[in-house]
């Protein structure tokens, strides 16, 4: 029996041959990544335990994201905590005010992260790289601590759960509806430690930025990973951008998945998830008149520049419904900036929103539109659980940046039209 | 190692978010974090808690986010067993790292009540319900994973080696 393209990243990290499903290895890192609020509790855990040096200072990645600008003193000493660590051992992909961006959207960005990388970061949605043909996998802060330390981390090799893409995407759909359907048929435990494997005739048709976002919520549904073949796209993407030369990995013919799942990209709709899980998905069109207080496009998940292209499309003149307040986040300076230069940032303003520089800030309900007591939030973001944007009796609704930009004008949830 | 306690019980996919929400993390401080613990599902919890009680809970415990300030409030609250159908899997990495005794068992986490008064005894995975008088056995860690929690911890296993 063969190798999943997963298992056969982690046989390859870990010096074996061949791995299987349910065995424990030990494999080497090429990227250990923490960000300003996991950050911290690792160099805790790290200077506690004795540790003096890391184990190579171009393999680890810090990123001030979630509350910067510093939100408050405190987060202001996290941010210092993890400046002076970083300093101190020279680590080489340090992210400050200036230069950082939402982890995940900064890291394949500038090329830290690469095909065929074996990547932790103390961070959920690590998962995101998949998308470039790496395995990547989020954990807590120990095992940032440790992996820092050791160049290493133990993994137990997942089995697998293959997804069959086939057609094309509708106009009005991108890959965030694609995860959201996927979620909403498995649920939130449906890969639970498996990998989601995505492969098939449809993946050509998906761009780098909708592979980023399916992979990105592979942990939505449980998984301990998400990945794409590397294809034309991939190495397009990867080409000039690479800090590292790209390894080429693919799952065996023989390869043994505990389930395939054929999804038609062709009958994807735009999709919803209501409160208060990403399973609790339905159609866009079929969720009738649900009014909203607040619109959020960004984060990990969709704050790339297709994202923002999608959010300028619809939003260009036109005008943001009276009382909602509609806020705008690219991932990183680099979108930022674009935005700028496109002319994207202009229109937003003269709709009625609101662009900030890049933060995870509102996904997680650290600042940047926090959510009173019986709010409502149609956000491009990953998660809508209790309280997740403010008070626990708020609700958020998780949708892509063509149905957020769509509701914000409207003022009710909205299906976004074939443009 | 045992632990005796009264139970808390709580239902599928109790989430990071809930367990310590992220408003509270800019600080790392563990007993500052604690007195947040399961803030926005349970606002008694922290104050009912004590030392060695058993939190009970469903499918896909600690889903979301990975941070490890969610096992360590349970911990650091005083809880001396979590017990689920299942664990999501950040989370149960975590609980392993820190030190955080998790179970799971199907049969256990359907059956015992809110309140009711648990022994747990971690070398042979024996749940008695003291309340009820019935028994369950959870599987047992694999040897790999007893092993980093016999050395009190990863970090502490790692600098064993």
New interface residues.
């Given amino acids: 029996m063969g190798m999943t393209m997963t298992q056969k990243i982690l046989a390859f990290h870990a010096g074996l041959d061949k791995v299987v499903s349910g065995q424990l290895i030990s494999a080497k890192l090429d990227i250990v990544l923490g960000n300003d609020i996991t950050t911290p509790v690792a160099v805790n855990e790290f200077t506690k335990a004795g540790f003096d040096k890391v184990f190579d200072k171009d393999k680890i990645a810090i990123v001030l994201d979630h509350f910067v600008p510093n939100k408050d003193i405190k987060a202001a000493e996290q941010s210092k905590q993890c400046r002076e660590f970083a300093c101190s051992h020279c680590v080489s992909h340090f992210y400050d005010v200036g230069k950082m961006g939402i982890e995940h959207a900064l890291l394949p960005e500038q090329g830290v992260v690469t095909a065929g990388d074996c990547i932790i970061g103390a961070d959920s949605h690590t998962c995101t790289y998949g998308a470039l043909g790496a395995f990547s996998t989020g954990v807590g802060s120990t095992d940032m601590a440790a992996g820092m330390a050791t160049g290493t981390a133990w993994f137990k090799v997942p089995s697998a759960i293959k997804f069959n893409l086939s057609g094309k995407l509708n106009k009005n759909c991108s890959g965030k509806d694609v995860i959201l359907t996927i979620i909403g048929m498995i649920g939130v435990d449906g890969a639970l430690y498996k990998s989601m494997e995505f492969t098939g005739d449809g993946v050509s048709s998906l761009s780098m930025d909708d592979r980023l976002c399916i992979c990105n919520m592979a942990i939505e549904a449980g998984a301990k990973n998400g990945i794409f073949p590397v294809d034309e796209k991939t190495l397009e993407y990867l080409n000039g951008r690479s800090e590292r030369k790209p390894a080429i990995f693919s799952a065996d013919e023989d390869a043994e998945y505990e389930k395939v799942i054929d999804i038609d990209l062709n009958k994807i709709v735009p999709t919803v998830a209501c409160p208060h899980l990403p399973e609790n998905t339905h159609p866009a069109s079929e969720l009738g008149d649900i009014k909203i207080d607040q619109v959020v496009i960004g984060s990990c998940t969709n704050g790339r520049m297709e994202d923002m292209t999608a959010a300028y499309n619809v939003l260009k003149g036109q005008k943001v419904a009276d009382g909602i307040r509609c806020i705008i986040i690219p991932a990183t300076m680099q979108i930022y900036k674009e935005c700028v230069e496109k002319g994207y940032v202009t229109a937003f303003i003269d709709a009625g929103a609101v662009v900030s520089t890049p933060t995870c800030g509102p996904c997680l309900g650290g600042y940047m539109g926090i959510l009173a007591e019986g709010e409502r939030c149609i956000a491009t973001t990953n998660r809508n659980f209790v309280g997740r944007m403010g008070h626990v009796k708020s609700e958020v609704y998780l949708a892509s940046p063509l149905t957020a930009a769509a509701s914000a004008i409207t003022g009710y949830i909205t299906n976004p039209k074939e443009n | 190692m045992n632990v005796k306690g009264k139970v808390f019980k709580y239902p599928d996919?109790v989430?990071t978010?809930?367990i310590i929400?992220?408003?509270y993390?800019?600080?790392?401080n563990a007993k500052e974090l604690a007195l947040h613990c399961m803030e926005?599902?349970d606002t008694e919890f922290v104050k009912k808690v004590s030392v060695g009680d058993v939190m009970v809970a469903g499918?896909?415990f600690g889903?979301?986010?990975?941070?490890?300030?969610a096992?360590?409030v349970i911990k650091t609250c005083g809880t001396g067993c979590v017990i689920a159908k299942?664990f999501?899997?950040?989370f149960y990495?975590?609980a392993i790292?820190?030190g955080l005794p998790i179970l799971e068992c199907e049969q256990a986490a359907e059956e015992i009540n809110a309140g009711d008064e648990v022994s747990v005894d971690f070398d042979t995975g024996l749940i008695t319900d003291i309340t009820t008088g019935k028994t369950y056995k959870a599987q047992p860690f694999?040897e790999?994973i007893q092993n980093i929690i016999r050395k009190g911890?990863?970090?502490?296993s790692?600098?064993g080696e």
Avoid: Q
């Fill in positions: 996919n989430d978010d809930v929400p992220a408003r993390l800019n600080t790392s926005d599902i499918w896909n889903c979301g986010s990975s941070r490890e300030h096992p360590l299942s999501a899997r950040i990495r975590n790292n820190i694999p790999f911890g990863l970090l502490a790692l600098k």
